[in-house]
């Protein structure tokens, strides 16, 4: 783990940040801003984004553009754009995705293909359509996806909500991430994964709000129970919160970013799973 003092300031850097509208990714935005970066941000949705470019202008150099990540035309087209606007880029937060609840047998092949182009061949595309550029100028840079806990393990807790191809994208981000790092060794670019458990995002705020006046709202609790809503406000950390912790492991030249303690223990789980098969088929 080398610290990457490159990275100690963002002032004058060029970043970019896909989904950065709402979310994790406008928490990301907004701190790289207060730095003092150039920020561009990215979404779907021209108003989301001109709503987002307008709120947080006062804090720097922001400006918002419509692109769909997963389309490598539109990608291309950006990375164009922003290199005549802004320059080099020297960070990029690969962060538009989507969640949604799926589960393995009751869901269609349609919708895994849906939310795999979304979280994880959005992010195998940001990569390829920027880091050669990246490359090619020869300056520090960097690329972090924005993963999750379920890049790592089921969470604890969680096994209701049938995240099932959620999980799959985030855990092949995974390791898609881990094979770019390896590939970029000894380059001027490097990699990361942010791993955050639950955040305060704009739906969940929205949802939490609901249940506040109306615990027993039938369309949130169909979405998880009265444990999963505790275990929910007892782990989330907003969106802010996240931003920091994202920039201090970047800054600590970490590849695995993760942002909250409990993660530990998933992971902890897995492994002796893991390790009790290894000592019962191979070690006997």
Request: charged fraction near 25%; charge should be negative; aromatic fraction near 6%.
């Amino acid at each position: 783990m080398t610290p990457r003092q490159e990275f100690d300031s963002l002032e004058g850097k060029t970043v970019l940040v896909t989904g950065g509208a709402r979310g994790i990714g406008k928490g990301i935005a907004e701190r790289c801003l207060k730095e003092g970066a150039r920020v561009v941000i990215t979404n779907m949705n021209a108003e989301v984004g001109q709503s987002t470019q307008k709120e947080l202008s006062a804090l720097g150099n922001i400006r918002a553009a419509t692109c769909d990540a997963t389309s490598q035309e539109q990608m291309e087209a950006l990375a164009e754009d922003i290199w005549a606007k802004e320059g080099p880029v020297d960070l990029v937060f690969s962060n538009a995705g989507k969640g949604g609840s799926h589960r393995v047998l009751e869901s269609s092949l349609a919708e895994s293909r849906d939310i795999m182009a979304t979280n994880y061949e959005s992010s195998l595309l940001t990569a390829q359509v920027f880091v050669p550029r990246m490359l090619a100028s020869g300056n520090p840079g960097h690329v972090m996806f924005t993963g999750s806990e379920h890049s790592l393990s089921l969470p604890q807790g969680n096994e209701d909500l049938g995240f099932a191809f959620y999980g799959a994208s985030k855990h092949a981000m995974l390791i898609m991430a881990e094979w770019l790092r390896h590939d970029l060794k000894d380059t001027n670019v490097s990699v990361s994964l942010l791993m955050p458990g639950p955040v305060l995002t704009e739906g969940v705020a929205g949802a939490f709000a609901v249940l506040d006046e109306d615990p027993d709202n039938p369309q949130i609790r169909e979405q998880f129970s009265r444990e999963v809503e505790q275990l929910l406000r007892e782990r989330i950390i907003t969106t802010g919160e996240c931003a920091e912790i994202a920039l201090k492991g970047l800054r600590k030249g970490l590849f695995f970013i993760p942002t909250q303690p409990h993660l530990s223990l998933d992971v902890d789980r897995r492994y002796n799973e893991l390790a009790e098969a290894f000592k019962v088929l191979l070690e006997s």
